[in-house]
């Protein structure tokens, strides 16, 4: 793998544990990677992960009335 691309996994590896654990605005996650074209970000994830970022964050994360729900139920 030449050192180029094996930056580039190491970016997108760090960009999908900041889109499944925290609310970061993909532009925020993009520079926080060290992509500072949002464009060029969402493009390079998409190739190499298969999905948008944010698509990629819907499948993750999980549904906010869970929390609700589940703190219904310890009451």
Do not use: C
């Not at 930056?7 to 960009?15: D, E, G, N, P, Y």
């Not at 925290?22 to 925020?28: H, N, T």
């Not at 996650?29 to 964050?57: C, E, M, Q, W």
């Amino acid at each position: 793998m030449p050192p180029h691309e094996y930056l580039i996994q190491i970016r997108m590896t760090h960009a999908k544990e900041k889109l499944k654990y925290s609310d970061m605005p993909v532009s925020e996650i993009a520079a926080s990677v060290g992509v500072g074209n949002v464009s060029h970000f969402i493009n390079l994830f998409k190739d190499r992960a298969g999905d948008t970022p944010l698509a990629y964050r819907k499948k993750w994360q999980r549904p906010r009335s869970y929390g609700l729900f589940q703190s219904a139920l310890i009451r």
